[in-house]
């Protein structure tokens, strides 16, 4: 299966814990998506909390040199259960720098 307009991956992963993987037909998650709305504001919620993060990415990796990036991929790491906290600080002081210019 692949996302619309997406062919299909090629790419795989390997599990370091035991996993579980729920496939989810499409008929399927649209019918839960209108009719469970604790669900649907969960699942919204994350898929626009995703994309603020890939933005963030495509952001640094335009704007920021090498060791910026690095810098912000430890920081992500190291901080990955509070991690809004540290990404708040960082990005209101980057674009205070990048508005500067």
Same mark, same amino acid.
């Given at each position: 299966?692949?996302?619309?307009?997406?062919?299909? &991956?090629?790419? %795989?992963? %390997?599990?370091?814990?035991?996993?579980? #993987? /729920? $496939?989810?037909?499409?008929?399927? +998650?649209?019918?839960?998506?209108?009719?469970?709305?604790?669900?649907?504001?969960?699942?919204?919620?994350? +898929?626009?909390?995703?994309?603020?993060? $890939?933005?963030?990415?495509? #952001?640094?990796?335009?704007?920021?040199? %090498?060791?910026?990036?690095?810098?912000?991929?430890?920081? /992500?790491?190291?901080?990955?259960?509070?991690?809004?906290? $540290? /990404?708040?600080?960082?990005?209101?002081?980057?674009?205070?720098? &990048?508005?500067?210019?």
């Amino acid at each position: 299966m692949s996302a619309p307009g997406i062919g299909a &991956c090629k790419a %795989t992963a %390997t599990a370091i814990a035991p996993t579980a #993987i /729920l $496939v989810i037909d499409k008929n399927e +998650m649209i019918r839960a998506l209108h009719e469970e709305h604790e669900f649907s504001d969960r699942f919204i919620a994350y +898929m626009l909390a995703r994309n603020l993060r $890939v933005e963030g990415d495509l #952001i640094d990796q335009l704007f920021s040199s %090498t060791e910026k990036r690095l810098a912000r991929t430890l920081l /992500l790491l190291a901080s990955y259960g509070a991690r809004k906290a $540290v /990404l708040d600080r960082y990005f209101r002081r980057y674009r205070k720098k &990048c508005w500067r210019r």
